[in-house]
Nanobody
Framework: QVQLVESGGGLVQAGDSLMLSCAANTASGRSFSTYTMGWFRRVPGKERDFVAAISGNGKNAYYTDSVKGRFTISRDNAKNTLYLRIDSLKPEDTADYYC?????????????????WGHGTQVTVSS
């Protein structure tokens, strides 16, 4: 499996931009590029919500409708790192953000299909 560590969260103002990172440690030797990667977020007391997913080669991306146009998922396979850029932050973006890895492309929002998860990074957006 792959170990994932998120970073880049913090307290920001509405309208600001933020770049979240997810560093992957593929201790097993399996290439990071073989994983489909996803971002989820969770507001305390609520269920995890799918945000975005990206294919192993980075050529395909998928977003939940509510974030299209403001969120951009990307990856740098040479650096074993996944990114999520959030523009025009809104107070409703406040959540813990998690990256996750799985073996196939598709069924993006089903978190049960993701094999590895990070511990999350907190994003708080003040109005």
């Amino acid at each position: 499996q792959v170990q994932l560590v998120e970073s880049g969260g913090g307290l920001v103002q509405a309208g600001d931009s933020l770049m979240l990172s997810c560093a992957a440690n593929t201790a097993s030797g399996r290439s990071f590029s073989t994983y489909t990667m996803g971002w989820f977020r969770r507001v305390p007391g609520k269920e995890r919500d799918f945000v975005a997913a990206i294919s192993g080669n980075g050529k395909n991306a998928y977003y939940t409708d509510s974030v299209k146009g403001r969120f951009t998922i990307s990856r740098d396979n040479a650096k074993n790192t996944l990114y999520l850029r959030i523009d025009s932050l809104k107070p409703e973006d406040t959540a813990d953000y998690y990256c996750a890895a799985k073996n196939f492309w598709g069924k993006h929002s089903d978190y049960a299909d993701y094999l590895s998860w990070g511990h999350g990074t907190q994003v708080t957006v003040s109005s």
